[in-house]
């Protein structure tokens, strides 16, 4: 019982498949998933420092390193059935975040307890570095249904997280750094060979200019 019960839940983290019951060339686990999405933020966070906004380095990366532990409780639900509708995304949130609190309830000295339960709540909030966070997320599924997809992955669910990663991150296209990742960083990953290029071109080229897809 204990703190060490925590620690050694994140070896499970390694365990959690992302996108599970889908044939795939490369697996990715929510540990590994974690560190990247913490990697990105810090890329992001430079660009919107770079360009004046200041940036709570402390925060985002508790937010990045922290954001997906709950998953923990209900393992990783496909991205296209979890946003399926604002109610099926809400009551995932609330069934993490009850079994989050429960945990931490039980397992936590009690002096550390408030301290968890904000480092492991939902990070995705209107501050700038939660909007960093929700960016970061969905670049790494972008990169991770890409490498898919460049695979020559059969599998069209890639495709649709291609696309609902693409949309959400438009969505944030105000800053700074997700200007940079669209002008820049997108264009260069869709200068690499792969078969299926014109479909998946198409896909980007209409959700940047905000055309019916």
Known sequence: MGVHQYFKSLNDLEKLIRCPGKFKYQEHNVAA???KVTKIAQYLGTVEEH????VNWKNLYEKALNHDYPEIFTGDIKTPVKYATDE?????HEVEESMT???????????????YKRRLKEGKDQSVEGKILAVADKIDLLYESFGEI????????????YEMSLI???QYSYMASVQDFLENILTDMLKERFIPKTELMDITKSILNNEEI
């Open 150 to 161: 460049q695979k020559r992955n059969p599998e069209p669910l890639f495709f649709e997280i």
């Open 101 to 115: 609190v429960k945990f931490i309830e039980e397992e936590f000295p009690e002096e550390y307890q408030e301290i």
């Open 51 to 54: 360009n004046g906004v200041e």
């Open 33 to 35: 998933h974690s560190f």
């Open 168 to 170: 959400t991150i438009k």
């Open 88 to 92: 099926l995304s809400s009551l995932f």
